[in-house]
C-alpha cells in the first residue's frame, strides 16, 4: 500500500505543470507576472484528480479513523509554512491560511463544527472560535488564531478494501485545523497546553481549492505541488487516535489513560491491523 501511495505521489508531482510564477520570463511589467496568455488559458484544463466512482457494493470491509497530524515534524512542514505572508509572493500560503480564505470567498462551503458533520458553522462562528476582543481599563485589545498558533491538523478517513479492484485503499473525508482556545490567549497565569478543533472541513468539497493553492517543492520550484496532491497522496506524518468502535467512537486517550508510550504504541496496533486486512483478504 505505502508503495501504491508513493508512486501515486510522485505521479501527480511530475503532472503538475503550473509554474507557481506564471508567464514571469515573459513579463514585462510586473503586474504582467501570473497572467497566462489566450494560449494557455485555452490549453488549461488543469484541476483535481477526480475520485473514481465507488459503488457501496464493491467496499467488502472498511475502518474510519481520526489521525493527528503534529506540525512540528519536519515531513508536516509544508502545511505550517509560511507563516510571515509580508515578504512572500501571494501563491504561497499555508494550509491554515488556505483554507480560511476559502471559507472567506465562499469557496468552501462545507465547514462544520465536528467530524460527524452534524451541524454547519457560519464565518461568524468561525470568527468567535478565532477572534477574542478583551477590553480592560478602557482598552481593548484583540488576539487572533493565526498560522503560528495552528500546532496541528486532525483528520478523519476511511480505510475500504475495493473488491473490484482488489486492493486497500484510502480516501480523506474531512480535516480540522488544531490550535488552542483563543480565551486563553494573552491571559496571564493560564497554563493550557491543549488543542482544540477550531472547525472542519468537508474535504472533497475544498479539493478545487486546495489543488490550486500551491506547496513550495525546494527540489524544482517551477513545479509546486498543492496541497490536494500533499494529502491525497498520505504526504504527512500522523498518529492514529481514534478509530470507529462499539463504544461511541471513543478515542484511545479515553481507555488508555496517562501513558503516552502505550498510547503509541495502541495506535500502531490498529495501524498495522489494518495493514494486515489486505493480506487477509487474499487468503480468502
Excluded at 501571494?90 to 451541524?119: H, N, P, V
Excluded at 468539497?205 to 513550495?216: G, P, Q
Excluded at 461511541?248 to 500502531?268: H, K, M, P
Aim: glycine letters at 4%; aromatic letters at 12%; hydrophobic letters at 40%.
Amino acid at each position: 500500500m505505502f508503495k501504491n501511495c508513493l508512486i501515486l505521489f510522485f505521479a501527480l508531482m511530475i503532472s503538475g505543470s503550473i509554474n507557481a510564477q506564471a508567464n514571469l520570463l515573459n513579463s514585462k511589467t510586473v503586474d504582467q507576472i501570473g497572467q497566462k496568455n489566450e494560449q494557455q488559458l485555452a490549453a488549461d484544463n488543469d484541476g483535481p484528480l477526480p475520485y473514481g466512482y465507488v459503488d457501496d457494493r464493491d467496499v467488502l470491509w472498511s475502518k474510519v479513523v481520526w489521525e493527528f497530524v503534529d506540525l512540528n515534524q519536519k515531513i508536516n512542514l509544508p502545511y505550517y509554512f509560511p507563516i510571515d505572508t509580508t515578504n512572500i509572493s501571494t501563491d504561497r500560503r499555508s494550509l491554515f491560511d488556505t483554507l480560511i480564505k476559502g471559507i472567506k470567498q465562499g469557496k468552501i462551503k462545507e465547514a462544520y463544527s465536528d467530524s460527524f458533520f452534524t451541524s454547519k458553522i457560519t464565518q461568524d462562528e468561525i470568527d468567535t472560535r478565532l477572534i477574542n476582543v478583551r477590553e480592560e481599563s478602557g482598552y481593548s485589545d484583540t488576539f487572533r488564531i493565526q498560522t503560528q498558533d495552528v500546532e496541528g491538523y486532525m483528520i478523519k478517513g476511511m480505510w475500504y478494501f475495493d473488491k473490484r479492484q482488489g486492493e486497500l485503499k484510502y480516501r480523506l473525508l474531512a480535516l480540522a485545523p488544531m490550535g488552542k482556545d483563543v480565551q486563553s490567549l494573552g491571559v496571564e497565569n493560564v497554563e493550557d497546553d491543549n488543542l482544540y478543533e477550531l472547525f472542519w472541513v468537508f474535504f472533497p468539497s475544498a479539493r478545487d481549492v486546495l489543488h490550486d493553492a500551491k506547496v513550495f517543492n525546494p527540489k524544482n520550484a517551477s513545479q509546486p505541488i498543492s496541497f490536494d496532491h500533499l494529502l491525497n497522496a498520505r504526504r504527512f506524518s500522523s498518529v492514529i487516535v481514534r478509530e470507529e468502535n462499539i463504544y461511541g467512537n471513543r478515542a484511545i486517550s479515553d481507555y488508555v489513560r496517562g501513558n503516552s508510550l502505550f498510547q503509541l504504541l495502541e495506535a500502531n496496533k490498529i495501524k498495522e491491523n489494518i495493514r494486515n486486512r489486505e493480506m487477509d483478504m487474499w487468503n480468502y
